[in-house]
């Protein structure tokens, strides 16, 4: 699996938009790109993932560059609710029992 | 949104005492997983399941610990002989297959303490 790279922590104002950047430089050519979100005391959640260009939910969007080297997880208008630990991960999403391996995250703090 | 349950919440037990965390994972899914995260540490893979057997385990898991799959709804990882550094919050995980686009659903946890 593609090792990655984020920030170990942000900050942000509630009301703002976030964009937590992640790098992948040996992201394969059937990796795709998967966000998780995870709260004190509970399991990572699925927000969002793609595999190029852009991806759109009703949570977030994920900007993928042409290269696919990096991704960006936007997070429009933040809430106090929404700090937690973001993990950005990279892996075949095909084959049988294909691992997760997280990385150390991005822990986001948002306040008043 | 279907839910992976775990039972219990908290497990305090003695060290060299077994252990056994339950897991019931979704009802369609085919996989199953194993992960724990040690308190201020990352999310590391324990075990992957499949098929009634075991497809992927990473170097924690040793001997002491073993996966079943008992009957068609629980998922149970079991650590024989507990120790200190076994603490940590034990996650269960599932999807539905291992193709396109399946995302992994975890549960809320069980916080083992080994004392």
């Known amino acids: 699996l593609a090792k990655t790279t984020q920030p170990i922590s942000m900050d942000s104002y509630e009301g703002q938009e976030v964009n937590i950047t992640c790098s992948h430089n040996?992201?394969?050519?059937?990796?795709?790109i998967t966000w998780y979100q995870q709260f004190p005391s509970q399991g990572p959640r699925f927000i969002i993932q793609?595999?190029?260009t852009k991806v759109t939910n009703e949570v977030a969007s994920l900007f993928i560059p042409a290269d696919r080297k990096s991704s960006t997880l936007s997070l429009p208008r933040v809430s106090l609710s929404d700090t937690a630990v973001y993990y950005c991960?990279?892996?075949?999403?095909?084959?049988?029992?294909?691992?997760?391996?997280f990385g150390t995250g991005t822990r986001l703090q948002v306040t008043l | 949104e279907p839910e992976v349950t775990q039972t219990p919440s908290h497990q305090v037990t003695q060290m060299g005492q077994e252990v056994i965390l339950r897991c019931v994972p979704i009802?369609?899914?085919?996989?199953f997983y194993w992960y724990r995260q040690i308190l201020g540490q990352k999310v590391e893979f324990l075990v992957s399941?499949?098929?009634?057997?075991?497809?992927?385990k990473s170097e924690i898991f040793d001997d002491q610990f073993s996966v079943e799959r008992p009957d068609g709804s629980n998922f149970t990882l079991k650590i024989r002989s507990t120790k200190l550094e076994d603490s940590a919050m034990y996650f269960c995980?599932?999807?539905?297959?291992?193709?396109?686009?399946?995302?992994?659903?975890f549960g809320s946890g069980t916080q083992l303490s080994v004392l």
């Open positions: 793609g595999y190029k």
């Open positions: 040996n992201i394969a050519t059937n990796d795709y």
């Open positions: 995980a599932s999807r539905r297959d291992g193709g396109t686009n399946e995302k992994l659903f």
């Open positions: 009802s369609n899914h085919l996989y």
């Open positions: 399941f499949y098929n009634n057997e075991i497809s992927e």
């Open positions: 991960l990279v892996g075949e999403r095909a084959g049988t029992a294909s691992k997760l391996t």
